[in-house]
């Protein structure tokens, strides 16, 4: 292997790459530098000894490694140290060639919060961490203060949670294989399956903007305040295949959600920017839940040609009837409603909405 610094010794603080490693090497570099566990994730995914491996310990794309020759990517580096996370991830993919692998680490904010001495410190520590998630987390999203938060951070450390570097890994065109959390830190192998999205508008801000299916298919944007990580849309298919579906119809294991996101989806807060829909005339009062590509492809196809037919809603059926959340129960439950609607089109939503009223505010319905 051949690149351009003439060291063995990794230095994190710059984008220093180990020079004509033997294979040997290679695992005595990572056990140095990580320990055995994380020798043995790689090794677990990877042919470590060999010449089309490469190791190095990079924060800044990697434009200086060779364009052929090799097959995967281990870098030692956290992400969290990278200044353009991004610009990273897609110089790792224009270096690799379909079906390679890449291998990386990266600091979730809970396992910071784990380590970090004011931890145990009542009071102290709820200041201490709420002035760093605003300062590591909000201020490198937030137009002119990310200038603010690169001057002096330098950006390093910064506060990343396990959904957004995942999905932007999905993003920059990376397959997730596994991930697997070692000594504090999250270690992920993915594989590159096409060119990166090259996502220059990513949606930071607490409005989001949803991509859904309308009336006859038509693509809409379905306002709610924001209740995931950023980059979480990226996601939503490796969700569903490695987790499926949960008993309350949501995706399962869904990492995606912020703890704040949770309490909000309880009581609908989430869905009140969807009156923008309404006045728009994207979606109407009453009406089947609007839902994406994704999730469209699992329902059956007779339920896909009557939705097709109708404008979603801001209130679904299953509220109304009063039934589960599960896949199933909803899916009945729309059409039930859809049947009804085809007979009576005038007074289907009327009775609908009422409904739906009374379970809310009398059976104390909540959403999943």
């Given at each position: 292997?051949?690149?351009?610094?003439?060291?063995?010794?990794?230095?994190?603080?710059?984008?220093?790459?180990?020079?004509?490693?033997?294979?040997?090497?290679?695992?005595?570099?990572?056990?140095?530098?990580?320990?055995?566990?994380?020798?043995?994730?790689?090794?677990?995914?990877?042919?470590?000894?060999?010449?089309?491996?490469?190791?190095?310990?990079?924060?800044?794309?990697?434009?200086?490694?060779?364009?052929?020759?090799?097959?995967?990517?281990?870098?030692?580096?956290?992400?969290?140290?990278?200044?353009?996370?991004?610009?990273?991830?897609?110089?790792?993919?224009?270096?690799?060639?379909?079906?390679?692998?890449?291998?990386?680490?990266?600091?979730?904010?809970?396992?910071?919060?784990?380590?970090?001495?004011?931890?145990?410190?009542?009071?102290?520590?709820?200041?201490?961490?709420?002035?760093?998630?605003?300062?590591?987390?909000?201020?490198?999203?937030?137009?002119?203060?990310?200038?603010?938060?690169?001057?002096?951070?330098?950006?390093?450390?910064?506060?990343?949670?396990?959904?957004?570097?995942?999905?932007?890994?999905?993003?920059?065109?990376?397959?997730?294989?596994?991930?697997?959390?070692?000594?504090?830190?999250?270690?992920?192998?993915?594989?590159?399956?096409?060119?990166?999205?090259?996502?220059?508008?990513?949606?930071?801000?607490?409005?989001?903007?949803?991509?859904?299916?309308?009336?006859?298919?038509?693509?809409?944007?379905?306002?709610?305040?924001?209740?995931?990580?950023?980059?979480?849309?990226?996601?939503?298919?490796?969700?569903?295949?490695?987790?499926?579906?949960?008993?309350?119809?949501?995706?399962?294991?869904?990492?995606?959600?912020?703890?704040?996101?949770?309490?909000?989806?309880?009581?609908?807060?989430?869905?009140?920017?969807?009156?923008?829909?309404?006045?728009?005339?994207?979606?109407?009062?009453?009406?089947?839940?609007?839902?994406?590509?994704?999730?469209?492809?699992?329902?059956?196809?007779?339920?896909?040609a009557m939705r097709l037919t109708q404008k979603p809603g801001c209130i679904p059926p299953y509220v109304a009837l009063n039934r589960k959340s599960d896949v199933l129960s909803v899916q009945n439950a729309e059409?039930?409603?859809?049947?009804?609607?085809?007979?009576?089109?005038?007074?289907?939503?009327?009775?609908?909405?009422?409904?739906?009223?009374?379970?809310?505010?009398?059976?104390?319905?909540?959403?999943?």
């Open positions: 292997m051949t690149t351009s610094t003439p060291t063995v010794k990794l230095d994190y603080s710059q984008a220093n790459i180990a020079d004509e490693l033997q294979p040997p090497m290679l695992s005595l570099q990572i056990l140095l530098d990580s320990g055995k566990e994380v020798y043995d994730y790689c090794a677990d995914n990877v042919i470590i000894n060999s010449e089309t491996t490469i190791v190095i310990a990079s924060t800044t794309p990697i434009s200086d490694l060779p364009n052929t020759g090799f097959n995967t990517v281990i870098n030692l580096a956290k992400v969290n140290n990278f200044r353009y996370i991004n610009k990273f991830f897609e110089s790792v993919n224009k270096k690799l060639k379909t079906g390679d692998t890449f291998i990386g680490c990266f600091e979730t904010l809970a396992a910071r919060t784990e380590r970090h001495k004011f931890n145990k410190i009542p009071v102290i520590s709820t200041i201490y961490f709420a002035v760093e998630f605003i300062f590591r987390r909000v201020f490198p999203k937030v137009y002119g203060l990310k200038k603010i938060y690169f001057f002096i951070s330098k950006g390093r450390n910064r506060l990343l949670s396990k959904a957004e570097v995942l999905g932007r890994l999905v993003c920059c065109g990376f397959e997730i294989i596994n991930f697997k959390h070692i000594n504090g830190l999250t270690y992920f192998v993915v594989k590159k399956v096409k060119d990166p999205i090259f996502d220059m508008k990513p949606s930071y801000g607490p409005l989001y903007r949803m991509p859904r299916l309308g009336k006859n298919g038509k693509q809409i944007g379905v306002y709610k305040f924001r209740t995931m990580h950023p980059y979480a849309e990226y996601l939503q298919d490796y969700i569903l295949k490695t987790y499926g579906y949960a008993p309350t119809g949501k995706p399962a294991n869904d990492f995606r959600l912020t703890p704040w996101g949770v309490f909000m989806r309880k009581l609908w807060l989430d869905e009140l920017p969807q009156l923008i829909n309404l006045m728009k005339g994207d979606l109407k009062l009453v009406g089947i839940r609007p839902v994406g590509k994704r999730y469209m492809q699992d329902i059956p196809k007779d339920l896909q059409r039930e409603y859809l049947e009804e609607k085809l007979k009576h089109p005038y007074t289907t939503d009327t009775k609908y909405f009422f409904r739906a009223l009374y379970n809310i505010i009398i059976k104390c319905k909540r959403s999943a």
